[in-house]
Nanobody
Framework: QVQLVESGGGLVQAGESLRLSCVAS????????MGWFRQAPGKEREFVAAISWSGGTTYYADSVKGRFTISRDNAKNTVYLQMNSLKPEDTAVYYC?????????????????WGQGTQVTVSS
């Protein structure tokens, strides 16, 4: 069992940066692939980024590639999403997710656990 708690969201202007954090409970954190999803009002949930249990493999949605970086620190039971050059279309609630499998499953929208979300708002 894994519990996830996101933090770091806020209100920023276009072009600025934010770093989201997701702290996981449990001693099995390092065995899970982790990822981030986002959902804007009235829109479907969208895959953003994923990282393998070892941190050696990452995936990104085309819309964020080159701007966002996902990383993890298994010693701290934490996964991060560094978001640079933010755009108004990045505005959404961002959710941390975990899957007991390969990171590619997150890319396909499959996950076993998710957090409560943190709001990111980017003004134009």
């Amino acid at each position: 069992q894994v519990q996830l708690v996101e933090s770091g969201g806020g209100l920023v202007q276009a072009g600025e940066s934010l770093r989201l954090s997701c702290v996981a409970s449990g001693r099995t954190f390092s065995s899970y692939a982790m990822g981030w999803f986002r959902q804007a009002p009235g829109k479907e949930r969208e895959f953003v980024a994923a990282i393998s249990w070892s941190g050696g493999t990452t995936y990104y949605a085309d819309s964020v590639k080159g701007r966002f970086t996902i990383s993890r620190d298994n010693a701290k039971n934490t996964v991060y999403l560094q978001m640079n050059s933010l755009k108004p279309e990045d505005t959404a609630v961002y959710y941390c997710a975990a899957v007991a499998g390969a990171a590619g499953e997150l890319v396909r929208g499959r996950y076993d656990y998710w957090g409560q979300g943190t709001q990111v708002t980017v003004s134009s």
